[in-house]
């Protein structure tokens, strides 16, 4: 009797986890700047300055631990007065590499982790920054409040992301 209860509970399961909950997202965005990575990471790779090249970012604050270590957790306001909490979750200067994850926030996403690089350019003075995201939408449920469905949740990563790039370049192609 047992097997039996055991083996319709493993044939139930695939279907009870695809019932419920969202899928996972990802956005990946990459701009090439005409500037060696270690002026590009002067700007990109700290951590408690991110209103330094992203524009909706009005202002950048360490609550907890210390910045650009591992365990900082940074509080962003956006330029509308929404706020962002961030923990940094892996760092290296060496790499050029930061790994950080939203706690919480007004972007409609959830269980969001990020890594952005800057890695050697095609050139001696050139760069390449990639920022990649895995999320999935705020709304996990099956049926998504507006505005919180995997559409947004992507659409508005892609933004942020660009329009961060697209100002870091030229932030730092700047003399």
């Given at each position: 009797m047992k097997i039996r209860h055991i083996a319709l509970l493993a044939r139930a399961l695939p279907a009870l986890a695809f019932a419920h909950g969202a899928k996972k997202l990802s956005v990946?965005?990459?701009?090439?700047?005409?500037?060696?990575?270690?002026?590009?990471?002067?700007?990109?790779?700290?951590f408690g300055d991110l209103g330094a090249w992203l524009p909706p970012i009005k202002t950048t604050e360490i609550v907890a631990g210390k910045d650009n270590t591992v365990g900082a957790v940074r509080l962003l306001t956006t330029q509308d007065g929404g706020t962002v909490k961030e923990k940094l979750l892996k760092y290296s200067a060496a790499q050029r590499m930061m790994k950080y994850a939203i706690l919480g926030g007004v972007l409609p996403v959830s269980s969001y982790?990020?890594?952005?690089?800057?890695?050697q350019g095609p050139t001696k003075?050139?760069?390449?920054?990639?920022?990649?995201?895995?999320?999935?939408?705020?709304?996990?449920?099956?049926?998504?409040?507006?505005?919180e469905d995997d559409e947004t949740a992507t659409k508005t990563i892609h933004a942020v992301f660009r329009a961060g790039l697209d100002n870091l370049k030229a932030v730092s192609e700047s003399k």
């Open positions: 990946e965005e990459s701009v090439e700047i005409k500037a060696p990575p270690a002026k590009v990471w002067e700007k990109a790779g700290q982790s990020a890594t952005l690089k800057v890695k003075d050139s760069s390449i920054v990639v920022w990649h995201a895995n999320f999935k939408r705020k709304d996990i449920s099956d049926a998504p409040k507006a505005g």
